[in-house]
């Protein structure tokens, strides 16, 4: 079936059901920290090292805001700031250790939640939803892409 042959309702009803199940598994994480602070550690697992500027923009709180969380953040030995080699006047704000094992413990308990789940399902909706995941892989892609913006 060809995009234009979709039902045209598809759209918005898929995006429902993306945006229920996206905000349900939120609720379900453990709230040891603001979802700010864990979307702030996993964009910088994603990325690398970003500049606060940068991190403000892509998790959509003002600067002062970014600062003041990743001094918490760096308090609490999950990021540390970095100079910028190619430019003494950045500082780059990078991940420690214990901030990339506390972000694959969240991943992966977000995993396990869902595999519990999807162990209820039909063997033809498995099925559907191994069909779905070039969809939506690429569909994660670029929403990313959409809400990081270039990397610097």
Request: glycine fraction near 8%; charged fraction near 30%.
């Amino acid at each position: 079936m060809s995009r234009e042959d979709a039902d045209p309702d598809a759209p918005a009803a898929i995006g429902a059901a993306l945006y229920g199940l996206a905000t349900r598994a939120v609720r379900r994480l453990p709230r040891d920290m603001s979802l700010t602070s864990a979307a702030t550690l996993a964009t910088l697992d994603r990325t690398g090292p970003r500049r606060i500027g940068d991190l403000a923009a892509a998790e959509g709180v003002t600067q002062p805001a970014m600062t003041a969380l990743v001094r918490v953040m760096e308090e609490s030995g999950l990021v540390e700031r970095w100079g910028d080699a190619s430019d003494k006047r950045v500082t780059l704000v990078c991940l420690t250790e214990a901030g990339a094992s506390y972000v694959r413990t969240r991943r992966q308990a977000g995993i396990d939640a869902f595999e519990r789940l999807i162990g209820e399902l039909t063997g033809d909706e498995v099925e559907a939803l191994v069909a779905a995941l070039p969809a939506l892989n690429h569909l994660a892609e670029l929403e990313s892409q959409d809400r990081e913006g270039p990397k610097q």
